[in-house]
């Protein structure tokens, strides 16, 4: 089964914060990508980052990281020095051979 | 660079009514999804077209209905519109079948509520 858990569903830090939100997915697929997702208050979903199964080195982009471990499934995003313009809903994904799943998101919110 | 442009962005039904959402994709894209997000829930697929032909089917009630046109622009059909249906609408678009790999970018939503 595909599955795509987010543990985490509130989060809370105070500025500049470092903050990583865990992502773990369960597929049999061998070949599968995974997606990170924001959502801000607005609605919007806005991509993030894409990453493929045989790609496990990790990536870092500004303040944003990310850590992918196939070894304990995991797909975590990490951001450092968090701002009030960070809070929002973050969804991880999976996308197989013919699904797109979500995780339920986790709701940051970065206290000034 | 282009996006994927929802309208209308707001709107407000009746229950029993029917409703439209239009989406218009990334240029050159050929892949449309269509997804709904309930209050505090993930977005949930309910359906897919490529190359203007249905490919993939969600949770889509049968109540919905949605097609893929010749320039690529898609619509989403809502009949007998329930309380329950009002949600956030997300259109998305892809390049080829977006499930297989390829990054789906999504509108900003189409709000509807359903009085």
């Known amino acids: 089964a595909q599955k795509v858990t987010q543990a985490q569903t509130e989060i809370s830090v105070v500025e500049k914060e470092d903050v990583t939100l865990d992502c773990v997915y369960e597929t049999r697929d061998t070949t599968y990508y995974l997606f990170w997702y924001k959502q801000p208050p607005s609605g919007e979903l806005v991509f993030l980052i894409r990453?493929?199964?045989?790609?496990?080195q990790n990536e870092i982009s500004g303040r944003y990281s990310w850590n992918f471990q196939k070894s304990t499934s995991s797909f975590n995003f990490t951001i450092t020095a968090s701002q009030v313009v960070d809070s929002a809903v973050y969804f991880c994904?999976?996308?197989?051979?013919?699904?797109?799943?979500f995780g339920t998101g986790t709701s940051l919110t970065v206290i000034p | 660079a282009a996006g994927v442009i929802q309208s209308p962005r707001h709107l407000i039904k009746e229950k029993r009514e029917t409703a439209t959402l239009k989406c218009y994709p990334i240029p050159r894209h050929d892949t449309v999804y269509w997804y709904q997000q309930g209050p505090g829930q993930d977005p949930q697929f309910l359906i897919s077209f490529y190359e203007k032909m249905q490919s993939d089917k969600g949770s889509i009630p049968d109540r919905f209905s949605a097609q893929q046109f010749s320039d690529y622009h898609s619509e989403l059909n809502m009949s007998s519109l329930e309380l329950g249906d009002s949600a956030l609408y997300f259109c998305?678009?892809?390049?080829?079948?977006?499930?297989?790999?390829?990054?789906?970018?999504f509108g900003e939503g189409s709000w509807l509520t359903v009085v």
């Open positions: 990453r493929n199964s045989f790609d496990e």
């Open positions: 994904a999976l996308s197989g051979r013919n699904q797109f799943y």
């Open positions: 998305a678009s892809s390049l080829a079948q977006g499930f297989s790999g390829n990054t789906i970018y």
